[in-house]
């Protein structure tokens, strides 16, 4: 089936699932060009040895000229990955499923460079360069800033608000203008949006409820600090009564946030004057007391969908009130990296998981489902590459 074919069809089953073969297509952009450019930033970031640099180009070759070589016996996690991989070892990269290769490639990278071994550059996150020099800069100063305008909105003007910051990550600044009356923000804001059901999702968390909300977060930096915003707004007008959040184990997907990101983030928010500063102060204590918990699981490394998560994961979900997943990868696992009709039913495709889920997304792969006929349409009518440009996002949620 080509790629045109299964997006005129609206079937739930039987979508192809998304390669990397089909040159001048997003996922084979991502392999073609930016896993190269990004091990020669990683490559240049640090001061790595000779093996390290040998280790990074053999790896950047093997991606370009070369096939997918298995993980060594000696590696902690060879048994997984090889039942993982067991169908695309020997084979082009660009034939492997488009979100197996990815997951595969960041793990080669950490290898590349000793994160998993004995030596002294273990632990050390290849990615922490990237994610400092964003957390340290002017734009997060601002947004930090723009807080001030907000600790006097009435609390839905600002839950709506601080809603759209997280959803645009880093494009927080939008999401931050639009209660503050600005001629024009609010529409704009609206039909960048594909689709939108907070008004769901705020009445699965009504105020003064002992709601739990399980928060499985995507980019560190500049899109964690809202994210984190957010939570805070969540515990203090009683939309929820805890906050899970779920972070990834090690690094992964060059941004990906993990506990260090965390800590990060918090110790930037109470280190800013104003309202940033008071949100940190309560984030922390939130840490101290329990109502705000980090926790992180294999399975977020994983190169799987959301329907394979194992049952202990399974079971943290079930037991919350509603799960909400970031960004743009946690979409992918949601729904499948499939090439399916955007007219698919969300509601269909999200059955199997456990509980309500929310997802606050910005568009940049091709999956998108669970769209009005006459959205696509006008989508498509434009000529731009709104699947993959980060210019539309979405709110959508099964109950």
């Known amino acids: 089936m080509t790629e ?4 005129g069809s609206g079937d739930v089953a039987g979508a192809p699932v998304i390669l990397s073969n089909e040159p001048g297509s997003f ?7 930016r896993h190269p450019a990004l091990i020669r930033q990683v490559r240049d970031a640090f001061p790595y040895s000779r093996r390290q640099h040998e280790a990074l180009d053999a790896l950047l070759d093997e991606i370009t ?3 997918i070589e298995p993980l060594g016996p000696s590696e902690h996690d060879y048994e997984r990955w090889t039942d993982w991989g067991r169908e695309y070892v020997g084979r082009s990269w660009y034939d492997a499923p488009f979100l197996w290769a990815e997951s595969y490639f960041y793990r080669r990278l950490l290898g590349a460079v000793g994160y998993f071994g004995s030596g002294p550059w273990q632990g050390v996150d290849p990615f922490a360069p990237f994610k400092q020099a964003e957390l340290r800069g002017e734009a997060v100063e601002e947004e930090l800033r723009a807080l001030d305008a907000f600790a006097s ?18 494009r927080a600044d939008l999401g931050f203008s639009i209660s503050a009356g600005e001629p024009g923000t609010s529409d704009a804001v609206a039909s960048a949006l594909v689709a939108d059901d907070s008004a769901t999702l705020w009445q699965l968390l009504p105020a003064d409820t002992s709601a739990t909300v399980a928060v499985v977060a995507d980019n560190a930096g500049r899109e964690l600090i809202p994210d ?5 707004h969540l515990l203090e007008h009683g939309n929820a009564g805890r906050v899970v959040l779920h972070v990834k184990p090690y690094p992964y997907y060059v941004s990906d946030a993990m506990t260090a990101d965390v800590v990060d983030c918090l110790r930037r928010l109470t280190q800013a004057p104003g309202e940033a500063g008071r949100i940190g102060g309560r984030l922390w204590k939130a840490m101290a007391v329990g109502t705000l918990e980090v926790r992180t699981h294999p399975f977020f490394c994983a190169p799987l969908p959301y329907e394979e998560m194992p049952e202990d994961l399974r079971g943290e979900f079930a037991s919350a009130t509603l799960t909400v ?3 743009d990868l946690n979409y992918r696992r949601l729904v499948g990296d499939q090439l399916r009709h955007p007219t698919a039913p969300f509601a269909d495709l999200t059955a199997y998981f456990p509980g309500a889920v929310v997802t606050l997304r910005t568009l940049k792969s091709d999956v998108t489902v669970g769209l009005e006929q006459e959205t696509v349409d006008a989508l498509e009518l434009d000529g731009e590459a709104w699947r993959t440009s980060g210019t539309h996002a979405l709110i959508q949620v099964r109950r």
């Open 228 to 232: 984190l915003v957010l939570i805070d």
């Open 27 to 33: 996922a084979w952009g991502v392999l073609a060009k």
């Open 65 to 67: 000229n070369g096939v």
């Open 4 to 7: 045109k074919t299964s997006r």
């Open 153 to 170: 909105v009435p609390s839905h003007e600002r839950a709506t608000a601080l809603l759209h910051a997280s959803l645009w990550g880093n």
């Open 325 to 327: 997943l970031k960004g």
